[in-house]
């Protein structure tokens, strides 16, 4: 494996990007890449599993804190806190050292676990989900930027494309693994299964991770916010970037929230066999995700995305075809035709929105990225809902605000509505990055 040189005491900045701050002491020492990648990995993949983990176990909580409809805030102020402290942090990292933030998520994120697990309180859950939150925003936040300056250029994608993978693991395994865990143990087990593991991903970091800090001349040369906003923002490829993807994860949102009930209501299976049946978007993008990363490698990143684009709105024309009569194997394969398209779309636009940032602001740019995954949850959520019930509302001619049994069709008019309204959103990102491959392509 290619090594990294991480050095400490006195030393020069950073050499070349793809290559973490190689460092001029006596007492060098290696870092392996694929050792960094794997612990940044394992620490996304518990931060993303936990902004939907909760969801399956809300009823649950609900009735043994004895709690109402403020149950929400168990899940939401959880994305809220971490929405809210990614991009500063990223500025953190950029000045303070991209691993030492890190690792202080690291921390944060398992005392947060442990706290959400001893919570016997409502408010006291919710508090230890904002400091849940606030650990995962210091990790996701530095995430983007430590893998970019272990991995040089023509290896980023395939980086890039695990990463994706496993943020897309981590979101989509949420329900089926949260439904497991509740049917076995009490609902804490879901917040206390996190505190191993971050003690051991911890442990692993102070081996793996070169615990380096910017010099004083990185320091001052780091960019201000002001002017890191300004550079990254000002950049259209950078723009673009962060707004295709924005899309894309609008899209992921609003399928993990709209699956569910037509799994449950319009179709009539268990929650055991729905979960299983989302199984179905996390095993392709395991699959599809690295596949795609490598290939951008040798190709490039243009043409990933936009072939990525294209299946993807395919796959949701797909899905709106399913109707309440649908098999199986039908349902499985068009879940899974959507998924592929995303998959395929987000490791070359992960390479291709952090080689747009300016060198100096990397952690900055991968806090936007991170931004961009979990404003687009959200918002598609609040979209796909609004669309949803708006739709069924106005078929039924009356307020719906719930799926309603025995009349499968007002939902399925809405379900269909909500998918074609996704497909054309999902439409302005292929236009916009077909024009930008165009117009690159012209310049050559």
Known sequence: MEPVVAHHNRFHPFCVKGHIMERQTASGRTYSKWAILITVLTMTFMVCLDSSIVTVALPVIQKQLGAGDEIQWVSSVYLIATCLALIPFGRLGDRRGKVHVFQAGVIGFTAGSLLCGLAQTLPALIAARIVQGIGGALAMANNMGIITEAFPARERGRAMGLLSTFVALGMMAGPVLGGIVVSAWPWEWIFLINVPVGVLSFLVGLR??????????????????????????????????????????????????????????????????????????????????????????????????????????????????????????????????????????Q????????????????????????????????????ICSAMLYGRMSAVAGRVVTTVEPGVPEIFMNGFRFSFHMLAGLAGVALVLTAVRWARKRARR
């Not at 916010?225 to 994860?249: D, H, K, S």
């Not at 740019?365 to 598609?380: D, F, V």
Request: net charge neutral; hydrophobic share 50%.
């Open 208 to 345: 793996t991770l070169p615990h380096v800090r910017p010099d004083r001349s990185a320091r001052e040369g780091a960019l201000g916010f002001a002017e890191a906003a300004r550079l990254c923002l000002g950049n259209p490829a950078f723009r673009l970037n962060f707004l295709t993807m924005l899309i894309v994860f609008i899209g992921i949102g609003a399928s993990e929230f709209i699956l569910p009930f037509y799994f449950q209501d319009a179709r009539g299976f268990s929650a055991d066999v729905s979960g299983l049946l989302f199984l179905a978007l996390p095993a392709v993008n395991a699959v599809a995700g690295p596949i795609s990363g490598a290939v951008s490698d040798r190709v490039g990143g243009e043409f990933p995305t936009i072939a990525g684009l294209v299946i993807y709105i395919l796959g949701l024309l797909t899905v709106s075809g399913l109707g309440a009569a649908s098999s199986i194997p039908e349902i499985v394969t068009a879940v899974g035709f959507m998924s592929l398209g995303s998959a395929i779309f």
């Open 347 to 382: 490791s070359p636009n992960n390479a291709l929105f952090m080689a747009s940032a300016p060198e100096r602001a990397l952690g900055f740019a991968g806090s936007l990225g991170s931004l961009a995954r979990y404003a687009g949850l959200a918002l598609g959520i609040s």
